[in-house]
């Protein structure tokens, strides 16, 4: 099982970001996908969530309205649209897969937001 999140780096606050995140090594449609960021200094806290089938999302009220989460089940790939970031996302963005009862993390992209 692997993940590969990628896309991080420094964005200007009010612009715009995409992050991706690779999987492979399971049945990607099948999975629940999750993005989880951790700040320096704070614990890991939980970003947005995308369902198996249907699709359904849910995000932390601190990115609702600014961030989109979304799965691309062809290319086994799941994406996080950054847009309008402050400085409070600066994070290192880590993304979960949940398949069952197991749960396979990548090692995570940084993002920076600054002027």
């Known amino acids: 099982v692997q993940l590969v999140e990628s896309g991080g780096g420094l964005v200007q606050p009010g612009g715009s970001l995409r992050l991706s995140c690779a999987a492979s090594?399971?049945?990607?449609?099948?999975?629940?996908m999750t993005w989880y960021r951790q700040a320096p200094g704070k614990e890991r806290e939980w970003v947005a969530t995308?369902?198996?089938?249907?699709?359904?999302?849910k995000y932390a009220d601190s990115v609702k309205g600014r961030f989109t989460i979304s799965r691309d089940n062809a290319k086994n790939t799941v994406y996080l649209q950054m847009n309008s970031p402050k400085p409070e996302d600066t994070a290192v963005y880590y993304c979960?897969?949940?398949?069952?009862?197991?749960?396979?993390w990548g090692k995570g992209t940084l993002v920076t937001v600054s002027s």
């Open positions: 979960k897969a949940s398949v069952g009862f197991m749960d396979y």
């Open positions: 995308i369902s198996s089938r249907t699709g359904n999302t």
């Open positions: 090594g399971f049945t990607f449609s099948s999975a629940v």
